[in-house]
């Protein structure tokens, strides 16, 4: 393996949405050098921070059409039955939803759960409540996108959370997306919630760990499982 292979399997990409705020902490941390020189060693660490939390490395994703896809990187907060958001267009009756809640460690690059064309995005202002409570659907910012997928329309929804203060989103209605696929990036912590077509079995349990375009929430034409956890 070349020289220029090693560096290009050790570094994992800066998302471009990061470059300005690692900027930001890089210039910070020369003011708190000139201040006082021992706080330059706090700012570097927020710096490396800043730059670990912007990354967005590649990922090996699943493509079958019976598999849905994380959306996130993050823990499973939850799986059950609730009502989609309205604004969303899937109707009053309870869907199956999945809920990836992402703290400010982890990587924060949003990819489509399924391939199939964009219906809608619809984007809402709200509250920042803490993520990771279930009235954060409804209360909260966020910005959801309906796809048309094989199986039927998939809603994700992005959530901000108590920290994060900005939701990005450049996928467009309309347009066709694959299984995978980035189309977006929450700031500084949050969650995604992924509503599930008619016939999805869940395969993750609440507190399950899952890999953003690569862990399987949930599979058509499977028998339902048993949500069962095992800590070990």
Request: glycine share 10%; charged share 20%.
């Amino acid at each position: 393996m070349s020289l220029a292979d090693t560096v290009r399997r050790t570094l994992v990409p800066i998302h471009r949405e990061g470059y300005p705020f690692i900027a930001g902490f890089v210039v910070g941390t020369v003011v708190l050098a000139l201040i006082w020189g021992p706080l330059f060693w706090i700012g570097l660490i927020l710096t490396a921070w800043c730059v670990f939390f912007f990354r967005d490395p590649e990922r090996v994703t699943p493509v079958d059409d019976r598999f849905v896809v994380s959306p996130a990187d993050g823990v499973v907060s939850f799986v059950g039955p609730a009502v989609p958001p309205r604004e969303l267009g899937l109707g009053a009756v309870e869907l199956t939803r999945v809920s990836v809640f992402m703290n400010v460690f982890n990587c924060h690059v949003n990819r489509a759960p399924v391939r199939g064309r964009i219906l809608r995005v619809d984007y809402r202002p709200g509250k920042f409540l803490n993520a990771d409570l279930d009235k954060a659907s409804e209360e909260n910012e966020r910005n959801g996108l309906v796809i048309d997928g094989p199986h039927g329309p998939l809603a994700v929804v992005q959530v901000a959370g108590l920290v994060a203060r900005r939701i990005v989103c450049w996928a467009e209605a309309g347009a066709d997306i694959s299984v995978g696929e980035r189309f977006g990036i929450i700031r500084f912590g949050s969650r995604l919630d992924v509503y599930l077509p008619a016939g999805a079995a869940p395969r993750v349990a609440v507190g399950q760990t899952s890999v953003g375009g690569e862990t399987v929430l949930a599979e058509f034409g499977g028998a339902p499982a048993a949500p069962l956890v095992r800590v070990s």
